[in-house]
């Protein structure tokens, strides 16, 4: 529903206080005109029924109210009737009080109030001040005279024009013109032309330069200000381009002719339609420097709705959004200002953000002192709780995350004061900076109206009622309306064209110019040789024709039969020596007709070459094609041959030896060791001769490493598993057909971490035990579910293309997608500032349900100017933005029941995340999954550039080969101590004596051999102390001796050990001395003492402070008189 706003301006509000003073009861049904002045009740009579009229005497302000100052209402009703009688409109009964006034309504077109009092008790006192206001009257806008004239249809007046094209508009005011004089020559004339311009006069002009439908309005303000409130209805269309494509169905044919020859010409244009489409209107790139208490505001000015119309229902804006990027969220407090709200009187403010929410980053910031320039902006969005992500505003969100993630968030004051307001006009969005220091960016801002709001979409489509053609060029003539020669245009070469002029249903002209190549008089199958006498369905015995396909006249279908003149090679063959052709129209056939079995269609590579096969027993190939495609040939050579013979690769021997395990032949080496190979083919030799020495033996390795020849070598530097393949190519250079399964495991260093000697600090004699635990490394070859391109630049352009290949090998051979389910996604990471610039399409390698490549469409070009992923969006190619991830799938796995383009039309920024194609993957089952598989990307139109980081296919894991995996065992491990003065004394116990005063580091080395025959080995080193450094010269005494009291009058128990967090010492002595407990490291260094007191009882002492030493060896000392007692004690 349209609603419309009457501009009420309030001319005189109790701006005059009179002496004249009036009682409702002094007379009933008494009416009184006046603009001032006081009413109240009066003396009254229970009982009585009294009326009251009151009117305005001023027909500037023509509407009369009161302002309340007195209003007791003892019993009774005190009623009000918008109107000059109690028939009026009801407005209410004793709904007022002081200082609140009741007014006629602005409809009301007697502005009189009616009053009806009655009371069954005395008491009411019930009065005040009269006031009166200025309602406007009626203004609408119309239409007195355009030129050119405008049509009606269906309700609208449109006028046609031509690009370029001026239009002349007269305007008229229809006035109400009772309580004040109105007129054209008193009145304001406002003209928006749709286009982005405006201007003001009753008779204005307006060039349109663009293609496309415009609305066009007029408002028109009396001379009290009022505006008029109607839409005038008329519609500007402006011619589109029309579209001379091959597709659209504008060519000739031949493209080559000879002097003379005709020509015939083909004439058909594609009409572009328009369809009207409200833009969201985005806001600049706003800064928000450092700032203390500072406001910055940025303004959208909305003039696309209907005049006057409001917002009724707030679920009917859908959000407030900007992209920004800020240092310091609780730096900001945000709001939103309507034009005007027409419940308040006045433009309406929400805080979309009071100023809360700490250190927390808005996307991406540059955070420095410095203003570091801008970071990357993330969206927010401020709506009504039906619609947010988040069910709180921004700030308190902010207590949850460091970086505010992007989505919708609830405004810190309800958004509902927003309804009533003005949907046209100056939308204001004001962010406070209230301390300094921090910076940021807003990139640009827009409000999200309902759709629904917005003005009924329309459209238009020209046609074109006259066409001709026309030479444009010396020596052209048109034989008729479609068909044209050149004459005379000599010795050389040369392209000749001709116009075609279309006239559309607006009257606008457009042309366009298709070439001829008219060959030079001395060419020579312009003299009557072998191309120009080839006619459909010729077979030809030849070995050395090249064959042009410029030089033929269209017929529906076009088949030529090649056979071998040759007995020694006895089967025909093709090589394209260039090929324009991108329709599907040539196709080679395996035999003398179009019925034999399809080769191949299309994409056929220069150099590229076919051979009759070997079970074709005529030896002859097939050509068809449609030659009546213009501008599009082909030139092949056709020669004899013979065709490849199946063959395989083997490998023969390998050094080491391999063995056979699951299938696969499995080779054991050890890192940094050469590897020797030796392969071999076997021949069928049916059609000529095959052998090893006539091959070529291509190796992959499958580190990245390859080499050629029967014999090779290779040395892996790396630890792990490798697939090895080997291609042989025979005589006739055709490939083997299959893999080897070769395998190479090659071993590494194993993980000696658990290696250690226990003590690492001993003294010397002392037997150290030696630990040669040794963890195995678990190799496992794992194939990835796809394969990971690099980056592409995607530049300016129109209509290029930008290809790039993923090469897959690692597939069964032969592997096909049998089930569009099996393909779980084609993803690109990219980035672009115009989606609707782009085509995006993949072609599998070879789909053996249509013998060719299978090309699918994933985006057609639409979409308009919406971003993918975060774009630098300027003029001179700004380098790489930030790239999202966009996946396109089947609807099963989908995010997005839409093409990217479909969904773009609700955002400026899509979404990451899976969507639809455009058109349904199904066509690529049947495609093979090994060979090179083409994401191709067009940019139809110019300045808009983008990247695509990154891009791979998904396949299902149950595709892909199994994974393989492998770990080494180690059956010989030893000890040896290497030093003089060492000695092992079993296999993992050993000693180090007789460097006396000397403190030494000492090895002891573990030798281990894996099951690979690979050899590794690893040393731990021993510190031997001096034997004069405690507590190797001090008295140690047995735990037996500390179980019971000793000649020494000491009783001393010590648990656990190891330890693992505490020690508890038991101990009582035999006269009543202090005892001393320490903890030392091994090189003697106190990490613990305590001074007990003597005690003859049994006392217990708890060291917790362990659990603070680093694991190893200690040494507990426990001394009483003069002796110390010496316990090792192991910590964990």
């Known amino acids: 529903m349209r609603n419309y706003l009457f501009t009420f301006i309030v001319l005189l509000l109790a701006s005059f206080h009179s002496n004249a003073q009036y009682t409702i009861t002094s007379g009933d049904g008494t009416t009184v005109f006046t603009s001032s002045g006081t009413v109240y009740l009066g003396a009254y009579s229970t009982g009585q029924i009294y009326t009251f009229t009151l009117c305005s005497d001023n027909p500037l302000s023509s509407h009369v109210g009161i302002t309340f100052d007195a209003w007791t209402v003892g019993s009774g009703n005190y009623c009000v009737y918008d109107g000059n009688s109690t028939s009026a409109p009801f407005i209410g009964c004793n709904a007022w009080g002081v200082t609140q006034t009741v007014m006629a309504s602005q409809s009301n077109t007697s502005g009189c109030i009616t009053i009806m009092f009655s009371s069954t008790a005395a008491g009411s006192n019930i009065g005040g001040q009269i006031v009166t206001s200025f309602s406007c009257q009626s203004v609408l806008s119309s239409i007195i005279a355009t030129d050119p004239p405008a049509s009606f249809s269906d309700g609208t007046y449109y006028i046609d024009l031509c690009q370029g094209g001026e239009l002349s508009i007269e305007g008229h005011g229809i006035y109400q013109n009772t309580t ?140 407030i959004c900007a992209i920004l990027e800020h240092s310091f969220l609780g730096d900001l407090s945000i709001s939103i200002t309507c034009p005007y709200n027409t419940f308040t009187g006045a433009p309406t403010t929400v805080i979309l953000e009071y100023q809360h929410g700490g250190g927390s980053y808005l996307g991406q910031p540059i955070d420095d002192m410095g203003g570091g320039g801008p970071g990357i902006g993330w969206e927010y969005c401020w709506t009504i709780p039906e619609d947010a992500d988040y069910m709180e505003d921004i700030g308190d969100a902010a207590s949850s995350y460091s970086t505010l993630p992007s989505g919708n968030y609830l405004s810190s004051n309800p958004l509902d004061p927003l309804v009533g307001c003005q949907l046209n006009g100056l939308w204001t969005l004001t962010v406070d900076d209230n301390w300094s220091v921090d910076d940021g960016y807003i990139f640009g801002w827009w409000m999200c109206f309902d759709p629904e709001l917005g003005p009924e979409q329309w459209g238009f489509q020209n046609t074109y009622p006259t066409t001709m053609w026309t030479p444009g060029g010396l020596g052209g003539e048109m034989v008729d309306p479609t068909t044209g020669i050149y004459l005379e245009t000599g010795l050389a070469s040369t392209y000749k064209p001709f116009i075609y002029t279309v006239v559309d249903d607006f009257g606008c002209a457009y042309d366009t110019v298709i070439n001829v190549y008219v060959l030079g008089d001395t060419v020579s199958v312009c003299q009557g040789m072998y191309s120009m006498a080839i006619n459909n369905g010729d077979v030809l015995e030849v070995c050395d024709l090249e064959f042009e396909s410029g030089y033929y006249s269209p017929t529906d279908e076009y088949a030529v039969t090649f056979c071998s003149s040759d007995s020694a090679n006895h089967y025909a063959s093709l090589t394209f020596e260039s090929f324009l052709v991108e329709e599907g129209t040539v196709c080679i056939y395996d035999g003398m007709s179009i019925a034999a079995p399809l080769i191949d269609c299309d994409n056929f590579d220069m150099g590229e070459t076919f051979i009759a096969s070997i079970g074709n027993v005529t030896g002859c190939l097939t050509l068809s094609f449609d030659p009546s495609i213009p501008n599009e040939s082909f030139i092949v050579q056709v020669g004899c041959s013979i065709p490849c013979q199946e063959h395989d690769a083997a490998v023969a021997s390998t050094t080491p030896s391999s063995v056979l395990e699951s299938g696969y032949y499995y080779i054991d080496a050890c890192q940094g060791y050469p590897v020797h190979f030796e392969g071999t083919g076997i021949y069928p030799s049916l059609t000529y001769p095959q052998s090893d020495e006539s091959s070529t033996f291509v190796w992959n390795f499958g580190d990245g490493g390859t080499a050629t020849g029967i014999n090779t070598s290779h040395i892996y530097f790396t630890p792990g598993g490798y697939e090895v393949d080997l291609v042989v190519a025979d005589t006739m250079n ?30 010397q004699t002392e037997v150290i035990t030696l630990h040669p635990t040794i963890h195995s490394i678990e190799y496992v070859n794992y194939f990835e579910p796809y394969i990971v391109s690099d980056t592409f630049y995607l530049p300016d352009g129109s209509g290029e293309s930008y290809e790039s290949i993923l090469f897959f090998d690692y597939f069964e051979s032969g592997t096909t997608l049998q089930n569009i389910n099996d393909l779980c996604g084609i993803c690109a990471i990219m980035e672009h500032s115009f989606l609707g610039d ?60 839409q093409d990217m383009g479909d969904y773009a039309g609700s955002v400026s920024t899509l979404p990451s995340g899976s969507y639809i194609t455009s058109e349904p993957l199904d066509p690529l089952v049947g495609c093979t999954l090994n060979g090179g598989w083409t994401l191709t990307v067009t940019d139809n139109w110019s300045v808009d550039d983008g990247y695509i980081f990154s891009w791979w296919i998904c396949f299902e894991e149950d595709l892909l080969p199994a994974d393989w995996e492998f770990h080494n065992t180690y059956p010989l491990k030893y000890w040896a101590a290497l030093v003089e003065g060492g000695e092992m004394l079993s296999d993992n116990t050993g000693t180090y004596s007789g460097f006396g005063d000397s403190t030494t580091v000492q090895p002891f080395l573990l030798f281990v051999t894996d099951d690979f025959g690979c050899n590794y080995d690893t040393t731990v080193y021993v510190t031997f102390l001096s034997d004069s450094i405690a507590p190797c010269n001090t008295l140690n005494i047995d735990e037996t001796d500390f179980l ?48 007990n007191k003597e005690s003859l009882e049994v006392q217990k002492v708890t060291i917790s402070e362990i659990e603070v030493l680093s694991p190893g060896t200690y040494y507990l000392v426990v001394k009483y008189k003069e002796t110390e007692f010496v316990k090792k004690v192991i910590v964990f």
């Not at 209107?281 to 209907?306: E, K, Q, R």
């Not at 057609?860 to 700004?878: A, F, R």
């Not at 009291?1045 to 038991?1066: Q, R």
């Open 180 to 319: 004040y004089t109105q007129s054209d020559a008193t009145s304001n004339f406002h003209w928006t032309f749709g286009d982005g311009t405006s201007g003001d006069g009753q008779t204005i002009s307006n060039v349109y330069a663009d293609q496309g439908g415009y609305d066009i309005n007029l408002k028109v303000t009396d001379q009290q200000g009022c505006e008029s409130t109607n839409d005038i209805g008329y519609k500007i269309r402006v011619s589109m381009t029309p579209s001379f494509s091959y597709e659209a169905g504008t060519y000739l044919y031949p493209w080559a002719v000879c002097q003379g020859e005709l020509i015939h010409l083909v004439g058909n244009v594609g009409s572009e339609e328009f369809v009207s489409f409200i833009e969201p209107l985005l806001m600049d790139t706003t800064h928000l420097p450092d700032g203390t208490g500072v406001s910055y505001s940025s303004y959208i000015n909305y003039d696309c709705y209907s005049p006057g119309q409001i917002l009724e229902d707030i679920e009917d804006l859908c959000g």
């Open 734 to 763: 055709c490939p083997s057909n299959n893999s080897v399964k070769l395998r190479v495991r090659v071993s590494g260093p194993p993980d000696f971490s658990s290696v250690y000697a226990d003590p690492v600090i001993a003294c």
């Open 838 to 897: 782009l085509t995006i399409e993949i072609t599998c390698p070879y789909n053996t349900l249509t013998g060719l490549p299978t090309t699918v469409v994933l985006e057609e070009q639409h979409g308009g100017g919406t971003y993918l992923g975060v774009p630098i969006d300027d003029m001179g190619g700004g380098g790489p933005g930030v790239g999202w991830e966009y996946c396109w799938t089947i609807p099963a796995d989908a995010d997005y029941l």
């Open 1044 to 1091: 019971s009291e000793n000649k020494y009058g000491f009783y001393l128990k010590t648990y656990p050990n190891p330890i693992d967090d505490y020690i508890s010492i038991e101990y009582h002595t035999d006269e009543l001395l202090p005892v001393s407990i320490m903890l030392m490291d091994p090189l003697g260094k106190q990490v613990y003492q305590k001074l």
